[in-house]
């Protein structure tokens, strides 16, 4: 059935006929580097463009690194779920990747201050688990909404909420760990 | 409160740092994509995709263009079901109050087939001999009819009127008339048929097997005269007819 859903306004169809034909190698260079498979590559990208359909209208401007990341987005989820199907590997729990440690509110909020240090926290976010960082990112940056983001990524509402909740505690974890990291080095320096 | 509104504050705080976090990794996943496509560039991209998606914008295409149709054919239904409507509301007005019009109608729905003739029917009588019924208005009579033949009876069906007039061996003439709205039907297989004018009025003469039928029309009423007569007779006496009571 997916296959019938078209687009039936000039001006999204426009867009994504550019966007198509600004990113359809990157796209399938992602598919190919999870499926290492021709076939299963181009089944990847179609699943994706057909997705990507459906929120062409949010996107306004396809260079931007905004377009990037929902490109990559999908293309990455679609080509795991593909993975997946094919090696019968059910989703499971996901979000079981490390222990999470419950922090007081009044610790954290002492070392959220450091906001200059955002980008070492993307990228050791995405380091631990990249599902973390893209959630956070869907959520708070790109300001999708559960459902929204529940069809992106192909999985349940429930899962939504579990993993943004654990994404947000591994970044919590993740800034008292810098904190402490700070905090020791400050000793050491006799400060 | 004071909690709440604490609590809150940093919920708030969170979001934000939340949503840096969110754009700094989408600036580190830009640069990562700039990446990928330089790894991209030589990438040999399969044919079928590229025919894959341009199937899809024709699709897409012939969708819209359908979808354009189909909202243009409803448009137009309804512009067509409005002026239907009104024509038909125009015609009839103008085919029941214009005699002009009615006449030209009549004659267009009368004009029937091989085997049938629409046609309408009318008496005349010494109309003091015959007994007219006191609510007859505006109704015709024939001031000539053959000889041999007297008023017998009056027959009358809704609007249909019929006069009935009989010699002595039993033998009897019918004149009906109706108003123009009612329609009717004559056996006219094998029968020959002459376009004759009656006081002005155009109308058929059928004959078979010595039948003779007579049928014509005014601005009002349709007539029709059948019996076994002459064919002169026959015209003379509808060319008698009158209206009476008017």
Same mark, same amino acid.
């Given at each position: ?45 179609? &699943? ?18 905004? &377009? ?33 440690? &419950?922090?007081?509110?009044?610790? &954290? ?44 990524? +192909?999985?349940?509402?429930? +899962? ?32 | 409160?004071?909690?709440?509104? *604490? ?53 897409? @295409? ?107 061996? *039993? ?36 004959? @078979? ?17 059948? *019996? ?19």
């Amino acid at each position: 059935m997916i296959f019938l859903m078209v687009i039936e306004n000039i001006e999204e169809r426009n867009k994504l006929e550019d966007l198509y034909v600004r990113y359809h190698k990157e796209m399938y260079y992602i598919a190919m580097s999870i499926l290492n498979n021709t076939h299963d590559a181009q089944d990847a990208v179609q &699943t994706s463009i057909l997705k990507c359909a459906d929120y062409v209208e949010k996107i306004e401007d396809i260079y931007c690194n905004k &377009t990037k990341n929902l490109i990559v987005t999908i293309v990455k989820n679609t080509a795991i779920d593909i993975y997946r199907h094919k090696k019968k590997h059910p989703h499971g729990n996901l979000e079981n990747f490390m222990e999470l440690s &419950t922090y007081s509110s009044q610790f &954290t909020d002492d070392i959220i201050i450091r906001l200059s240090e955002g980008s070492y926290y993307a990228e050791r976010l995405a380091e631990v688990k990249p599902e973390y960082a893209e959630i956070l990112t869907l959520r708070y940056y790109e300001e999708f909404n559960d459902m929204e983001i529940s069809q992106l990524l +192909n999985i349940s509402h429930e +899962n939504v909420r579990t993993r943004l909740s654990r994404a947000k505690a591994v970044l919590k974890k993740l800034l008292v760990e810098k904190w402490e990291e700070l905090e020791l080095e400050r000793k050491e320096d006799g400060l | 409160m004071n909690h709440k509104d *604490g609590s809150d504050e940093h919920e708030q705080m969170m979001e934000s740092f939340y949503r840096y976090i969110g754009y700094q990794h989408i600036k580190n996943v830009g640069k990562e994509f700039d990446e990928i496509s330089e790894l991209a560039k030589d990438i040999e991209y399969p044919k079928e995709l590229d025919s894959w998606f341009n199937d899809y914008l024709e699709k897409s @295409k012939k969708a819209e263009m359908r979808n354009k149709r189909i909202i243009f054919i409803k448009r137009l239904a309804k512009r067509v079901a409005m002026v239907t409507l009104v024509l038909g509301i125009g015609l009839t007005v103008m085919t029941f109050s214009v005699d002009a019009f009615r006449i030209k109608f009549l004659n267009l729905v009368t004009d029937v087939t091989q085997r049938y003739t629409g046609f309408q029917v009318v008496e005349i009588e010494d109309h003091e001999a015959i007994n007219i019924p006191a609510d007859w208005n505006n109704y015709y009579l024939l001031d000539y009819v053959t000889n041999g033949y007297s008023f017998d009876r009056i027959q009358e069906f809704g609007e249909n009127k019929i006069v009935f007039y009989q010699n002595s061996q *039993g033998d009897e003439i019918q004149f009906s008339q109706f108003p123009n709205n009612n329609s009717f039907q004559v056996d006219t297989e094998n029968a020959v048929t002459t376009e004759i004018i009656i006081n002005g009025n155009k109308g058929t003469l059928v004959e @078979k097997n010595g039948l003779l039928t007579l049928i014509w029309y005014n601005a009002n009423h349709a007539f029709y005269l059948m *019996g076994n007569i002459d064919k002169e007779e026959i015209i003379k006496m509808a060319e008698s007819f009158n209206v009476k009571n008017e």
